[in-house]
């Protein structure tokens, strides 16, 4: 079976935008997956087809409501077992693992939030698994469901052109990847490290092994601490 996102949203004139071109454009042109978006109004009832009201409580803004968002979950819904996930920057943060998974899965419905946010009875009633793509408030979900679906659609079979270059890749080790250099040979006075171009793989691949160390111990204490902070050495790009 293909592959395929599904998407709730009040603006489904944005997908695929961005989606829609190179990798994932081109996976998505040849039918490597499926992009379905859909308009969360059409689940309206009423005559003004009204999909948010006014917080319970008080407060600024609107809230998207329960029943509308949960009708038109249920009308996407014909796949079962599909995660179901909503865009939040409440939710867990979005990590390469998770990506993985997803993209080893069916593909997900991914459900985007506007306003100040959704009724939380819709969360839990239909189960969803609040995901943020990191600590900022965005305008809506649209973008950040761009972002989990262009990670999911490259690790799927066929897309990546040699499918090693997924292999070493921020994360893949939960370390940050090694600089990358290509011609020319020297650029304004810095040339490329003399050890990447001996030759000898072994020495090359220990460098990168030790350069990612390196950025990730001085860039990313959360994620070294995480690997339990082997020894590394100082990197040439990090002051
Ligand atoms: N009032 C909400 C809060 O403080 O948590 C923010 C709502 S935001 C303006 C509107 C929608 O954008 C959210 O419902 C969510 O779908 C999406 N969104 C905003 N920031 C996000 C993030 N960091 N990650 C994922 N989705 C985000």
Not at 165 to 174: A, L, M, P
Request: net charge negative.
């Amino acid at each position: 079976m293909t592959w395929r996102a599904t998407v709730l949203t009040l603006f489904p004139e944005m997908f695929p935008g961005p989606l829609g071109v190179s990798l994932a454009g081109k996976a998505l042109a040849s039918g490597l997956w499926e992009l379905e978006a859909r308009d969360i109004r059409d689940s309206a009832t009423d005559r003004h087809r009204s999909v948010d009201d006014t917080p319970a409580g008080g407060g600024p803004g609107m809230v998207l409501r329960a029943d509308v968002l949960a009708a038109a979950i249920d009308a996407a819904d014909a796949d079962q077992g599909r995660p179901h996930l909503l865009m939040s920057p409440r939710g867990r943060p979005l990590t390469q693992s998770q990506v993985a998974e997803l993209a080893a899965g069916p593909g997900p419905l991914v459900i985007c939030g506007r306003f100040e946010g959704v009724d939380q009875r819709v969360i839990e009633a239909r189960n969803l698994q609040e995901v943020s793509i990191g600590d900022y408030v965005l305008s809506g979900g649209e973008i950040a469901a761009m972002a989990l679906i262009d990670a999911c659609v490259r690790l799927l079979p066929g897309v990546m052109g040699k499918q090693a270059s997924g292999e070493d890749e921020s994360f893949s080790e939960g370390l940050l990847e090694f600089p990358q250099y290509t011609r020319p040979q020297e650029f304004e006075g810095r040339p490329i490290p003399e050890i990447l171009t001996s030759g000898d793989h072994a020495k090359v691949a220990a460098w990168r092994r030790a350069e990612a160390e390196a950025l990730t111990r001085a860039r990313r204490p959360d994620l070294w601490a995480a690997r339990g902070g082997q020894k590394g050495t100082k990197s040439t790009t990090d002051g």
